[in-house]
């Protein structure tokens, strides 16, 4: 009777612990004050999924847009179409994948040439080779175009001269005057995303400050208003994006002056340092000594140094002497990194301010990718950093992301977004999405 009794109590004190357990609310999902039925994302080749050092169609099919559309599906969001490669062309402009890695723990990659969506090469005279793509011809919410500045969005010619660009358009090139502004605008659309102006200071940079130029800060300024401007003339509401610290990324920080220096010297004792062609003013270069504040560019052919140049005087070791020093486009150097970070921070103060200005939701990509590089990241159970491969974020190129970095940026994207609007977006599962693909 006793162990009857003993067990009438234990079974009623669990039903008694079952009655008193806290209820768990979620708020029902909500678009808040904005309208996602049609979102298009404007922006550059990180809007476009571009990944890998090219645009393929598993890269896409991972852009943060379209992880965001996915997203907002719970809250009303429509169809979200990409112009994506067909399977049979997958590897759209080709990329690079990871093949192994040397006996020095450096990695191998190898470009991918197979099964391309290349449909011809395009002389532009007093421009260069442009490639072509095969044609897109269906619906587009994701307007992204590798390699487009804000400084070429009312440029009409450019669709002839971005074979990107000019895959989207309906005429085959050299016959396009359509600009990106009245490109992305044609069409009636509920709210957007913004993230150009990324090239505008990129490009200069990657090309170690001999192969482009720096967007005019008042002509940045400009045109970033009359985008915008555009973009909300029918009340659509928004969220953009602040530029990065473009010196920051692997591409700048993964080969640096002492790992090279350190390995010639392992050869050669007597070697003091490495010579470059610095930055003297706007428009002369002259060989110095480099230091740890000169950045060296991720595709720099280490194996070049102390090979034999051919000079007036003799047969000389490339990057050792004054008069064989390393090339321009592999090095950004220091004045050249302090007039790119003053250009960013100055288009980042308009970007802010038209923001504020207009009622938009604001991403600072800036300070959030700065404080990962400083700090780390730590979501989804995932430790993650900005280091070239391990890092998980960057793909093999240094420059973009890999599926699981465009995840995190999404979710940022959404945070802003719920924040500005009060919708409550569900954000995406980070550990879903892959990080650097190993062989």
């Known amino acids: 009777m006793k162990f009857l009794k003993r067990h009438i109590y234990i079974i009623a004190g669990l039903f008694l612990f079952a009655a008193c357990k806290p209820e768990v609310k979620t708020a029902p999902l909500t678009h808040g ?4 039925s049609r979102f298009i994302a404007v922006g550059n080749s990180l809007t476009a999924g571009y990944a890998d050092g090219g645009l393929y169609l598993d890269g896409q099919l991972n852009s943060y847009p379209s992880i965001m559309a996915n997203q907002m599906q719970s809250v009303g969001g429509g169809a979200f179409n990409q112009p994506l490669f067909t399977a049979a062309q997958a590897n759209g402009s080709g990329y690079l994948q990871l093949t192994g890695f040397n006996a020095d723990g450096t990695p191998i990659t190898t470009p991918v040439t197979t099964d391309l969506a290349i449909r011809g090469i395009l002389p532009v005279p007093g421009f260069g080779n442009v490639t072509l793509y095969t044609k897109y011809t269906g619906d587009i919410e994701n ?3 590798p390699g487009i500045k804000l400084l070429n969005i009312t440029y009409a010619p450019y669709g002839d001269l971005n074979g990107y660009f000019e895959r989207l358009l309906p005429n085959d090139a050299p016959n396009n005057t359509t600009d990106y502004l009245d490109f992305i605008t044609a069409k ?3 709210f957007f995303s913004d993230w150009l102006g990324n090239n505008d200071a990129l490009l200069y940079a990657t090309s170690g400050g001999a192969g482009d130029v720096l967007t005019d800060e008042t002509t940045f300024a400009q045109l970033y208003a009359l985008s915008i401007s555009r973009l909300t003339a029918n009340g659509a509401k928004g969220v953009v994006a602040t530029i990065p610290d473009v010196t920051s990324i692997p591409y700048f920080n993964t080969v640096t ?5 350190a390995g010639v010297q392992k050869l050669n004792p007597a070697v003091q340092g490495l010579y470059i062609n610095a930055l003297v003013s706007g428009t002369t270069y002259a060989p110095r000594l480099a230091t740890a504040q000169d950045l060296i560019v991720l595709t720099f052919p280490t194996s070049m140094i102390g090979q034999p140049v051919t000079t007036p005087y ?3 070791p490339y990057g050792l002497t004054p008069y064989t020093p390393i090339d321009n486009q592999y090095v950004l150097d ?7 970070q003053q250009h960013v921070l100055s288009f980042n103060s308009t970007i802010t301010s038209i923001a504020a200005a207009n009622g938009l939701a604001v991403f600072d990509a800036y300070t959030f990718l700065d404080n990962i590089k400083q700090n780390g990241l730590v979501i989804d159970g995932l430790n993650l950093n900005s280091n070239y491969i391990s890092g998980g974020l960057f793909s093999l190129d240094g420059v973009h992301l890999t599926p699981r970095g465009y995840a995190i940026v999404a979710n940022e994207f959404i945070k802003a977004i719920n924040g500005k609007y009060g919708s409550n977006i569900p954000l995406a599962n980070v550990a879903s999405y892959r990080g650097v693909k190993f062989p």
């Not at 004050?33 to 996602?36: D, E, G, K, L, V």
């Open 334 to 340: 220091a004045n050249e990194v302090a007039l790119t």
């Open 257 to 261: 002056v002492n790992a090279i220096l």
């Open 33 to 36: 004050s904005a309208n996602f």
């Open 314 to 316: 003799g047969q000389l």
């Open 188 to 190: 009636p659309f509920t």
């Open 143 to 145: 307007y992204g175009v």
